[in-house]
């Protein structure tokens, strides 16, 4: 008898937590205003790829025109593998942020394990992370977030879905 397959981390999730357009910019909107008791920032720090659309919304709300990016791949769709920074964080954003961060905000999707919010952190001690959603277990390392979801819920962004046809419940839909 063969193995059996490794469970991706989505399929490990178990729970489903589909996000619209129209709710991820609500949520982007009121993590802004928490935000904007914590301010000012010299600039916003983009985790990307999924830290871009919540940096330029929250940007746009407060005001900040100068945008960095850190680009991190771990999860290759649904598996998390080592995390790989593909591009730090430029000398004009180091300096903005006196060389520790202060005053840099960081934006990111979500933090699910921690892990990515943990090596930006390393790079930026002082800088304030942000992110729209959290689980509990990177739910420390974040400073403002809006919703927390349990660790075994799999949130899916609106870039990454698409509307689809459902069967009828009593058609043995979940
Ligand atoms: O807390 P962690 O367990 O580290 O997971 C959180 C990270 O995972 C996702 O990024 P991903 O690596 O999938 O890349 P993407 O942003 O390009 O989609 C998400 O956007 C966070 O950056
Ligand atoms: N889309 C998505 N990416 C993730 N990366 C780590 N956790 C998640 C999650 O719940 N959803
Ligand atoms: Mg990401």
């Not at 619209?20 to 909107?29: E, G, V, Y």
């Not at 680009?71 to 942020?97: F, N, P, R």
Request: charged fraction near 25%; aromatic fraction near 8%.
């Amino acid at each position: 008898m063969g193995e059996a397959p490794e469970l991706s981390a989505q399929e490990r999730a178990g729970k489903a937590f589909p996000v619209s357009w129209d709710q991820f910019h609500r949520d982007c909107r009121a993590l802004t205003w928490r935000l904007n008791e914590v301010g000012p920032f010299h600039a916003v720090i983009a985790i990307t790829r999924g830290g871009l659309v919540p940096a330029a919304i929250v940007a746009r709300e407060l005001g900040v025109r100068i945008i960095d990016t850190v680009c991190i791949a771990s999860y290759d769709h649904t598996k998390q593998g080592d995390l790989q920074v593909l591009k730090g964080i430029s000398e004009a954003a180091m300096k903005l942020g006196g060389g520790t961060g202060k005053g840099l905000l960081i934006v990111d999707d979500l933090v699910d394990t921690g892990k990515t919010g943990k090596l930006v952190r390393e790079m930026l001690p002082e800088a304030h992370f942000a992110t729209v959603y959290a689980k509990p277990k990177g739910r420390p390392l974040v400073d403002t977030f809006i919703t927390e979801v349990s660790q075994d819920t799999w949130i899916f962004f609106p870039w990454d879905t698409a509307l689809s046809f459902q069967p009828p419940l009593r058609d043995g839909a979940a």
